[in-house]
């Protein structure tokens, strides 16, 4: 959202009938949260929103979306109540990426619910895709079951999106460590060629 500009023209190019002429409404904007574009976003483009929340407490989501210290959660999600047009029908997503240990127990699933409350939302749980060097790992499938079943209770929709290409490190979150790879292999080259 700090590209408003051309990011508002590329989705008018997307919607215009004479462009691509996909739906508003098919149309999801995804933002780690830059609280003060949030409303410009539902009024002058009015398309669906997508939030990267990935926590409930902002010491955590200071850590995982550094953009929380700018924008603590509570500004966030103050932001995500008053953006225009929201309804039943046009609900906002939460992004929530399990890390196992981290912010996956049902205190934390309890405290979605709670911080949610009285926004019509959607709930996509993403299992965590590890790369060589993290830190984190994902949660077991068991309790990312249960994490969605406190929230399903609650009246969120929360499906649990299908990990593809974590085999080939082609999933999302895991392109940047191969081409971290990439780059650490072709210094590494060009630092023997020096040397030699």
Partial sequence: LYNFDNVKEALAIAADGDGIGLSKRRITLST???????????????????????????ELRDELVPLN???PIAELLDACRAYPGLSNSR????EYVMLKDVNDSLADARELVRLLKGIPAKINLIPFN???GTA??????DQIERFAEVVNRAGYASPIRTPRGRDILAACGQLK???ERLKIRERMALEAMIAG
Avoid: N, Q
């Fill in 91 to 94: 609900r906002i997503t939460f």
């Fill in 69 to 71: 210290r700018k924008y």
């Fill in 32 to 58: 780690s949260g830059v609280v003060p574009m949030i409303p410009r976003t539902g009024a002058e483009m009015g398309v669906m929103l997508a939030i990267s929340l990935h926590a409930v407490r902002d």
């Fill in 177 to 179: 460590s191969e081409s």
């Fill in 136 to 141: 984190y790992e994902c949660s077991d499938w």
């Fill in 130 to 132: 590890p790369w060589p």
